[in-house]
């Protein structure tokens, strides 16, 4: 199962919105092993916005890039331990291999363990140091077999494992000289009567009894004892072993490492665990602990799947897509070479939209149009082709309009255009630079790079008066895309003319075969299409200019 993104161009018209909605619906009802999401790398426009709107659809989500994040890696579902857990629940974990252990404290993440850390604890007992170690009483009996004969204060203390093993008056000063230090160890003895009273008078916090059939203790006063004593079942050398893996899982997590966030780019992340001390690392989905990450884990590179519609351009796609894993391209523009790894399933046609590519693709297979698809997909056509007026509309355009206007239950299709195009018509209190930028397509002729945008309006005349905040719009835009020129196409969709303002261009304007107007201004009567007529027009006059 994986996650499939279903994404138009930059800077998306309806078209482009409307065919990744309805390709992705065509491909969840097909392909029920993989999930496709329809998305958009820019904002949506009026118009677009009106008719999921009105159609009360939820439409395409923005997407930034498709850079390979570090989520797909994560290992999740791995065997997890409570800080409260004694350091033998580790063993079994750490013996599958694993790169890390999680360690939880109650539902909250409290850290991270490696076996490195794992190692560094026990070799403290090769230390010129005697180890001082961590004791909860309560944790004692859930790694050492027995039982307590009493259990008493403190609850919880700190200190080295002692053995009550050597002559008695050695013993002593050894006792003698650790309570001046004020260190309180945790005494292990066999059979020694006269060891354990000197442990009892002294009010040691806690001690061990091995050998425990000999009774030594029944012997001893422990009336006034005020610690805690554990009768073991094991001899004295797996008593020791046991005691230091009686210790907590909490007292390894002696320091906080970095957390890495799911949504991470994959080599920011791997470059921070390669050159960290870490050999893992906690990864979060904000608050929430997912699983970790290895070094084992940057082995593989994950790509994002993709389908591309209604473009095949690089430049004109979604951020970071020379990283993805391109599956398909449905399109009908000119193909520009997309650079593939393995063969792909390409659907280029000569069509008005996009839109009635993917109508043919519901009819091809037989999956029955809803109503609600029905609607999309005759919104981006219409929208494309101009209400079927622009030169690219083509003969199966007119077929997929006629057999979507039953199912949308669309009586009048002039008037359902005329009300769609005026969604989007007005230019009053818009931001001319968004506007400039809302359907804006970027292409490199002839060693130049430029691009094209293109509004719909129902009346040139008064789109006029917006030319100089236009232009200076389109100049900066110009600018910030670094490109060399820039147009914006103006097009009365009512009356079939258009406006053309030009930036950056210089004497090239001169070339042109349209009707100057003023100075970058031109009027194209009967243009309506940026792909069909006016890219031919600008592709000349690099040639010729």
């Not at 004694?86 to 539902?107: E, H, K, R, Y």
């Not at 063969?343 to 046609?349: A, D, G, T």
């Not at 400039?436 to 970027?442: H, N, Q, R």
């Amino acid at each position: 199962m994986a996650d499939i993104f279903v994404t138009g161009h930059r800077n998306p018209d309806m078209d482009s919105v409307c065919s990744a909605w309805a390709y992705a619906n065509l491909k969840n009802t097909l392909d029920k092993q993989n999930t496709y999401i329809p998305v958009r790398c820019g904002n949506l426009n009026d118009a677009t916005k009106a008719v999921f709107d009105q159609l009360s659809l939820t439409p395409p989500g923005f997407l930034k890039d498709v850079r390979s994040r570090l989520a797909p890696v994560v290992r999740r579902g791995e065997p997890m331990v409570d800080v409260s857990d004694p350091l033998t629940t580790l063993i079994p974990l750490f013996q599958t291999n694993p790169a890390a252990v999680g360690v939880m404290d109650g539902s909250r993440f409290a850290g991270l363990l490696t076996a490195e850390a794992v190692n560094s604890f026990f070799l403290q007992d090769s230390s010129k140091k005697r180890p001082s170690y961590h004791f909860v009483i309560d944790t004692i009996p859930k790694v050492l077999p027995g039982h307590f004969l009493k259990k008493g204060e403190p609850a919880e203390f700190t200190g080295p494992i002692a053995i009550g093993a050597m002559k008695y008056e050695l013993f002593c000063e050894h006792m003698d000289a650790w309570s001046k230090e004020g260190v309180s160890p945790l005494w292990v003895f066999g059979d020694r009567d006269r060891h354990l009273q000197k442990a009892i008078d002294t009010q040691v916090p806690c001690i061990v009894l091995t050998g425990s059939q000999y009774k030594a203790y029944e012997s001893v006063d422990l009336s006034r004892f005020k610690g805690s004593i554990f009768l073991s079942d094991a001899d004295t050398s797996e008593t020791l072993r046991l005691l230091r893996l009686s210790v907590q899982v909490r007292e390894l997590l002696k320091e906080s490492m970095p957390r890495l966030e799911d949504e991470m780019l994959f080599d920011e992340a791997k470059n921070m665990l390669h050159t960290g001390k870490y050999r893992a690392l906690p990864v979060f989905h904000g608050n929430q602990y997912l699983g970790f990450v290895s070094r084992r884990c940057f082995m593989d590179k994950p790509r994002t799947k993709v389908i591309l519609v209604d473009h095949n351009e690089l430049q004109q796609s979604i951020s970071g897509l020379e990283e993805a894993e391109i599956l398909e391209i449905i399109d009908h523009h000119r193909v520009d070479g997309i650079h593939t790894d393995q063969p792909i399933y390409i659907l280029c046609n000569p069509l008005g939209s996009t839109c009635t590519i993917v109508w043919t693709l519901y009819r091809r297979q037989w999956v029955p149009l809803t109503k609600k698809v029905a609607q999309v997909l005759l919104a981006g056509i219409t929208s494309d082709t101009v209400g079927l007026k622009s030169p690219t509309t083509t003969e199966t355009d007119r077929q997929a309009v006629k057999d979507l206007t039953e199912i949308a239950e669309v009586a009048d299709y002039p008037a359902y255009t005329e009300t769609l195009f005026s969604y989007g018509a007005s230019l009053v209190g818009k931001d001319p630079l968004m506007l400039v930028e809302s359907d804006f397509k970027t292409y490199q002729e002839k060693g130049m790079q430029f691009g094209i945008g293109q509004c719909e309006v129902t009346m040139l005349d008064d789109s006029r008066r917006f030319v100089p905040s236009f232009f200076e719009a389109l100049e900066k835009s110009r600018s910030q895309h670094g490109l060399d020129f820039a147009l914006f196409l103006i097009t009365d969709i009512v009356h079939e003319n258009s406006l053309l303002l030009a930036a950056g261009m210089g004497t090239l304007e001169s070339h042109f075969a349209y009707e100057r107007v003023s100075p970058h201004l031109f009027f194209l009567p009967g243009v309506l299409s940026r792909k069909k007529q006016l890219l031919p027009e600008v592709v000349r006059v690099l040639e010729e200019g």
